[in-house]
């Protein structure tokens, strides 16, 4: 959570600084900090990778992917040559111990006229297999030895299992401390996402009313217009489940659930949020079976263009059964949330991209009114819109206009574009100004990665030992396979998608 003041001197060391993540969205991102004044004035950035580039060159990739990526468009010249002093690029071999001596050799000539040692933050944008290796040298070498100011960034996935992910918590835990490891998702720095803890917590009016007593069930869906793009290879082994459900969704899940914190430091967050998943109902092979649906796009049309299927996609294996689409029954068994079902439904190649939470409340005890007033009745909704516009939506009845007692749905809606005029900051932006602080509030910690994991488990080696037999089970361009409808309806519901906060309910 952002902190009013500015970071001690820091340097960022992006290992992978030749790649597609620091050019499209952290250096983007580290702009534009710059330009907003968060960035502290004795600051650096090292890029390091495998590829030949001299600093020159260095810059002018990252001011490519500015002009491209920033939510700011192109970089004001002055400016940029003023930050562009700050870059710095070396030929980097991850696994040789005489890259890690260059790199030392280059912190501390950075550091020497500044007179102190800075906060060193070593970001990790690169595959998984180069992580152990990273660690294990950056301790050999003494460049990251000091708890307080060095720091390791690791973005998802964390592991492709719960042994995996334990194996490497276990590797990075020997040589950091676990308030020295940010594992990053870049949803949890979204602005509607931080939001949910304002909503929830600063306001009397909700609370009271958020539990199994007023509240009928949850629906959360990430949907995606786009294929796989250029991540075919990836894709082809994690698949949905793990790329969004594991991750990002569970997220979404526990902010939603979680009990108020007493305080709003990083560790009694996470408390909270790990409280959540251990009390989140285990699988065994029925549930599986009842309560998940998994899905693989065919070729359709989206927007008026005609997409191939997911087999045919480049880098994904012409006979893959690797799951495009994941819908799943959850239930939180305690006080709060005993036999209320949480559903959450994520998918690509879907009708319409959209990141939404839905609470949809209990019917009221009795109703007064006659049946012909209440012809268009819908239950209280309150929707939470994180993408693509972002803005949350109350959804009660109300009189209409006229004679006759004629109740219909109406939406107050807060709208962040209508509301304000400052541009919220990009999800990078917060989470890097966060690590730079010292701040691991919206960063998972070892525990709640394991937890995660160990919740679905049970769904992947169920889907390992069966394999599907229907897939592709969904055109392009729908809302994913009729299974997943069945799943919802079984218990008597439907998948709910609201206008967004800026537009007139249809």
């Given at each position: 959570?952002?902190?009013?003041?500015?970071?001690?001197?820091?340097?960022?060391?992006?290992?992978?600084?030749?790649?597609?993540?620091?050019?499209?969205?952290?250096?983007?991102?580290?702009?534009?900090?710059?330009?907003?004044?968060?960035?502290?004035?004795?600051?650096?950035?090292?890029?390091?990778?495998?590829?030949?580039?001299?600093?020159?060159?260095?810059?002018?990739?990252?001011?490519?992917?500015?002009?491209?990526?920033?939510?700011?468009?192109?970089?004001?010249?002055?400016?940029?040559?003023?930050?562009?002093?700050?870059?710095?690029?070396?030929?980097?071999?991850?696994?040789?111990?005489?890259?890690?001596?260059?790199?030392?050799?280059?912190?501390?000539?950075?550091?020497?006229?500044?007179?102190?040692?800075?906060?060193?933050?070593?970001?990790?944008?690169?595959?998984?297999?180069?992580?152990?290796?990273?660690?294990?040298?950056?301790?050999?070498?003494?460049?990251?030895?000091?708890?307080?100011?060095?720091?390791i960034v690791i973005e998802k996935p964390f592991g492709h299992?719960?042994?995996?992910?334990?194996?490497?918590?276990?590797?990075?835990?020997?040589?950091?401390?676990?308030?020295?490891?940010?594992?990053?998702?870049?949803?949890?720095?979204?602005?509607?996402?931080?939001?949910?803890?304002?909503?929830?917590?600063?306001?009397?009016?909700?609370?009271?009313?958020?539990?199994?007593?007023?509240?009928?069930?949850?629906?959360?869906?990430?949907?995606?217009?786009?294929?796989?793009?250029?991540?075919?290879?990836?894709?082809?082994?994690?698949?949905?489940?793990?790329?969004?459900?594991?991750?990002?969704?569970?997220?979404?899940?526990?902010?939603?659930?979680?009990?108020?914190?007493?305080?709003?430091?990083?560790?009694?967050?996470?408390?909270?949020?790990?409280?959540?998943?251990?009390?989140?109902?285990?699988?065994?092979?029925?549930?599986?079976?009842?309560?998940?649906?998994?899905?693989?796009?065919?070729?359709?049309?989206?927007?008026?263009?005609?997409?191939?299927?997911?087999?045919?996609?480049?880098?994904?294996?012409?006979?893959?059964?690797?799951?495009?689409?994941?819908?799943?029954?959850?239930?939180?068994?305690?006080?709060?949330?005993?036999?209320?079902?949480?559903?959450?439904?994520?998918?690509?190649?879907?009708?319409?991209?959209?990141?939404?939470?839905?609470?949809?409340?209990?019917?009221?005890?009795?109703?007064?009114?006659?049946?012909?007033?209440?012809?268009?009745?819908?239950?209280?909704?309150?929707?939470?819109?994180?993408?693509?516009?972002?803005?949350?939506?109350?959804?009660?009845?109300?009189?209409?206009?006229?004679?006759?007692?004629?109740?219909?749905?109406?939406?107050?809606?807060?709208?962040?574009?209508?509301?304000?005029?400052?541009?919220?900051?990009?999800?990078?932006?917060?989470?890097?100004?966060?690590?730079?602080?010292?701040?691991?509030?919206?960063?998972?910690?070892?525990?709640?990665?394991?937890?995660?994991?160990?919740?679905?488990?049970?769904?992947?080696?169920?889907?390992?030992?069966?394999?599907?037999?229907?897939?592709?089970?969904?055109?392009?361009?729908?809302?994913?396979?009729?299974?997943?409808?069945?799943?919802?309806?079984?218990?008597?519901?439907?998948?709910?998608?609201?206008?967004?906060?800026?537009n007139n309910p249809k």
């Open positions: 959570m952002q902190s009013a003041r500015k970071p001690d001197p820091t340097i960022i060391i992006i290992f992978g600084g030749g790649g597609d993540l620091c050019w499209r969205k952290l250096m983007p991102a580290i702009y534009n900090l710059y330009l907003d004044n968060w960035l502290p004035d004795n600051f650096a950035v090292i890029g390091l990778d495998i590829k030949e580039m001299s600093d020159d060159q260095f810059r002018e990739r990252i001011l490519d992917g500015i002009n491209q990526f920033s939510r700011r468009g192109k970089a004001i010249e002055d400016e940029w040559k003023k930050f562009a002093s700050s870059l710095s690029y070396q030929k980097a071999d991850f696994m040789d111990a005489e890259t890690y001596q260059r790199l030392s050799q280059q912190l501390t000539n950075i550091e020497a006229p500044w007179g102190k040692k800075s906060n060193r933050v070593f970001y990790l944008a690169i595959p998984p297999t180069f992580i152990e290796p990273i660690t294990e040298n950056l301790s050999s070498s003494h460049i990251a030895q000091d708890d307080l100011l060095d720091r299992d719960l042994d995996s992910a334990r194996k490497l918590n276990k590797i990075i835990n020997n040589i950091f401390d676990e308030c020295q490891i940010y594992r990053i998702d870049h949803y949890l720095g979204k602005e509607t996402v931080q939001n949910m803890m304002a909503f929830r917590f600063a306001n009397a009016l909700f609370e009271p009313i958020w539990n199994r007593n007023f509240i009928d069930h949850i629906q959360i869906t990430v949907a995606e217009e786009v294929g796989v793009e250029h991540r075919g290879s990836y894709y082809d082994h994690a698949g949905a489940l793990r790329d969004m459900i594991q991750n990002h969704i569970l997220q979404l899940l526990c902010l939603t659930a979680m009990e108020p914190p007493v305080s709003f430091s990083a560790d009694e967050v996470r408390n909270k949020k790990v409280d959540v998943l251990r009390a989140m109902r285990k699988f065994n092979p029925d549930d599986v079976h009842k309560n998940v649906v998994r899905g693989q796009y065919g070729g359709g049309w989206l927007q008026g263009e005609k997409v191939v299927s997911y087999k045919e996609e480049p880098g994904v294996n012409p006979k893959s059964n690797i799951e495009t689409f994941a819908a799943v029954k959850f239930y939180v068994d305690n006080w709060r949330w005993q036999d209320v079902p949480f559903y959450v439904r994520t998918g690509k190649r879907l009708a319409q991209k959209t990141s939404v939470i839905t609470i949809q409340f209990r019917p009221v005890p009795h109703s007064a009114f006659p049946s012909e007033s209440i012809e268009n009745w819908q239950p209280n909704r309150l929707v939470i819109n994180i993408q693509p516009e972002m803005g949350i939506r109350l959804r009660f009845q109300a009189k209409q206009p006229g004679l006759k007692m004629l109740l219909t749905p109406v939406d107050m809606i807060f709208n962040y574009g209508n509301s304000y005029t400052t541009e919220p900051p990009e999800a990078y932006e917060t989470l890097l100004l966060d690590i730079m602080l010292g701040d691991a509030t919206l960063f998972m910690r070892s525990d709640q990665v394991e937890a995660a994991w160990q919740l679905l488990m049970p769904i992947i080696e169920a889907w390992e030992s069966s394999a599907p037999v229907d897939f592709p089970n969904y055109s392009a361009g729908t809302w994913g396979p009729e299974t997943s409808e069945s799943l919802i309806a079984r218990d008597g519901k439907n998948w709910l998608i609201l206008p967004a906060p800026n």
